[in-house]
């Protein structure tokens, strides 16, 4: 067993080289420093935060005092029910404006700007011609669930279950967590394996070019960087290469594996490098002066540098349109039995930060959406609504619209509330709404507390809804530690300043960020209140057990059918204010299409291998058939 247990590790975690090394090789870079505008000194840092939904730049200075600011919002487009693009040529030009304009706003002009900093969102990503740089679509969105077709087919496949079973038997003898993180791996619409086999397969363009080797893939902050550098550079850092799930966390390079059974090519990958460095420079026609990039990195990993989170056990949690828990794992990614996934902060001249994620994809949609049934006005309003009355008189609700993701990593899960009576309030509508958003914090943070074998240290937030006191003073309450908000609420372009002036050479260490960082206010646990609070949350799993596994056999209802193993989406094309997935009604502020996290119900595993004897049976077939064809393969 020993010798199936190596060949599992060489197969799924342990190319025998770095895919990097052979890709792209190094890239060329520019080593020119632009002159500042005479008289004046370029001491201003720009940070460039690329989200889902809104492109922000901050102009910030030496002390990261926010100098000016603009906004642009991303438009996203729906071609059809289950597709969720953006154009890229409107993207492109709305990244030169919100520059432009936030540095016209602070009254400075580009000569003035030291560096620039990006950070984007992850696992969206565009594929383009090697040759001319043209795009050959969209950008396909991580919202995108145009795949869910191969999601369901590769998850339920005999490669599948034979990894998965594998990974189980050496989980039991070895008991090693991260063969059973094996044993739970599966294929999600959120990630850009199987939508990107989805273009390379449905392409035809792409499809002539692959045969060509003239086609380049990358996310977001990979193919501006493209457009940046003049198409010099095609590279990607650390943080954004291990949200693609095509990245293997624990060997810190491409999954050879994954690529050769996906049958995805290698050498359209973009290099690999430090998040902190040099990335070229920002041509002088954009926006009048050259300007140095020192740093790319993801929106999470720069939330977490922001943060502090510089320590092993350091916790940071965003509270925006979803909610993310963010743990510093230092020098080891963490594996997960829980639907707590591995991912990189970012790497600097001090290392690579690994870090673990849990993630809740219903926070800021639960808000939004009891504004718009007439709830209450604005969301300004929750926090006293929600202390005008004592309690939530028994009402629960469950914030599932997208289904309940780690631990319980139920996609088939639906939202609502349970307990109502006759004298049920709007108020107590509004509590029992922010209760369960911090329950769902509680969950992640309880999970990733199990599986540490570390201390969880400082508690620190960010994000718009971190300004609801009434949802953070009940998650310090029920974590017992104190929660840190800063003055500013927008902690991602804030770390990706402080990385982008290391870069530059502002700032020498992390350790620098610590006295530049200000905290507006600090809630402190009520341990009084912990016990009752406590009981409270077990009602509410258990309410939430009622919701569970709602949409496994029918989801007409909702605009959504399964003709076998195929997803069919009715009612057309998403209104502007309004869009039907199979987990219910989902709405948003801008219409965000649905995630079909198809199938995620079953990461825990035990689902997966002891849900029915049929289901053993095929297992246990072609787990012991994959044994037998890696024990020919590589032993003879």
């Known amino acids: 067993m020993r010798k199936y247990s190596t060949a599992l590790s060489a197969l799924v975690l342990a190319p025998t080289a770095r895919l990097s090394d052979d890709i792209m090789g190094a890239s060329e870079q520019s080593n020119q420093t632009p002159d500042p505008t005479p008289g004046q000194e370029a001491c201003y ?15 910030y200075d030496k002390t990261l005092r926010v100098c000016g600011k603009a906004e642009e919002k991303v438009t996203l487009l729906y071609p059809s029910p289950e597709c969720v693009e953006m154009d890229p040529n409107e993207l492109w030009e709305k990244f030169v404006k919100v520059i432009n304009a936030a ?17 984007t969102q992850r696992a969206t990503f565009i594929t383009w011609d090697r040759r001319t740089g043209e795009t050959l679509h969209n950008f396909i969105t991580w919202k995108d669930i145009r795949a869910d077709a191969l999601v369901t087919r590769w998850n ?3 490669k599948m279950k034979g990894i ?5 038997i050496l989980y039991k003898i070895l008991r090693r967590k991260r063969y059973m993180a094996a044993s739970v791996l599966r ?25 060509e080797g003239n086609v380049m893939f990358g996310t977001i902050d990979c193919w501006l960087i493209y457009k940046l550098s003049e198409g010099k550079i095609h590279a990607t850092d650390y943080s954004n290469a291990s949200g693609t799930a095509l990245y293997d966390p624990f060997i810190e390079d491409w999954n050879a594996f994954f690529l050769s059974l996906l049958n995805i090519p290698r050498n359209i990958f973009p290099e690999l490098r430090d998040s902190v460095g040099d990335w070229g420079f920002c041509p002088a026609k954009l926006f009048g002066a050259p300007i140095p990039i020192t740093v790319v990195v993801s929106d999470q990993g720069a939330s977490l540098c922001g943060s502090c989170g510089f320590n092993l056990g350091d916790v940071k949690i965003t509270l925006g349109t979803g909610a ?3 743990v510093n794992t230092g020098n080891d990614a963490h594996a997960s039995v829980k639907g707590i996934y591995p991912v990189h902060g970012w790497k600097d001249k001090e290392g690579l930060v690994h870090m673990a ?5 219903d926070n800021g949609t639960v808000v939004e959406w009891g504004q718009m049934i007439g709830l209450y006005d604005s969301p300004s309003v929750t926090a006293d609504l929600a202390l005008s009355v004592k309690d939530s008189k028994g009402v629960f609700f469950i914030p599932a619209f997208q289904g309940i993701q780690a631990p319980l990593n139920d996609a088939n899960a639906t939202g609502g509330f349970l307990g109502l009576s006759a004298d049920t309030s709007k108020a107590h509508l509004v509590r029992a709404m922010l209760e369960s958003l911090a329950f769902r914090i509680y969950q992640m943070y309880s999970a990733m507390l199990k599986e540490a074998d570390y201390e969880l240290l400082s508690l620190r937030v960010d994000g718009g809804v971190a300004q609801n006191d009434f949802l953070l003073q009940m998650i310090a309450t029920l974590t017992g530690k104190p929660l840190e908000r800063p003055k500013s609420i927008d902690g991602t372009a804030f770390g990706c300043a402080f990385l982008a002036g290391m870069g530059a050479g502002i700032w020498k260490s992390r350790d620098e960020l610590i006295p530049l960082r200000q905290v507006g206010r600090t809630f402190q646990p009520q341990m009084d209140q912990q016990p009752q609070l406590l009981q409270q949350m077990k009602e509410w799993e258990r309410a939430l057990q009622r919701f569970t596994k ?23 094309e998403a209104g502007p204010c309004y869009s039907k997935s199979h987990r219910g009604r989902h709405f948003s502020s801008e219409c965000d299409a649905s995630i079909l996290h198809h199938g995620k119900s079953q990461e825990d595993g035990f689902y997966l291998l002891h849900s029915g004897v049929e289901n053993r049976c095929s297992v246990f077939v072609c787990g012991a058939l994959f044994i037998l064809f890696l024990s020919i393969a590589m032993y003879g």
Do not use: P
Request: aromatic fraction near 8%; glycine fraction near 8%.
């Open 156 to 158: 339920s496949s005999w």
């Open 45 to 59: 840092i720009a940070s460039l935060d690329l989200g889902t939904t809104t492109l922000r730049c901050y102009i």
């Open 187 to 211: 294929f999600m619409n959120i990630q850009v394996n199987m939508r990107l086999k989805w273009v390379l397969e449905n392409n035809e363009q792409v499809k002539k070019l692959v045969r």
């Open 550 to 572: 709602w949409h496994n056999n029918s989801s007409s209802e909702n605009g959504v059918r399964y003709e076998g193993s195929k997803l069919a989406v009715d009612n057309g």
């Open 164 to 168: 998965r079973f594998v990974g189980s």
């Open 324 to 326: 993310f828990l963010n």
């Open 357 to 361: 994620e849990a993630s809740s994809n």
């Open 103 to 119: 540095i016209s706003s602070a009254g400075l002009n580009a000569g003035n700007i030291r560096c620039l900093g990006l950070s």
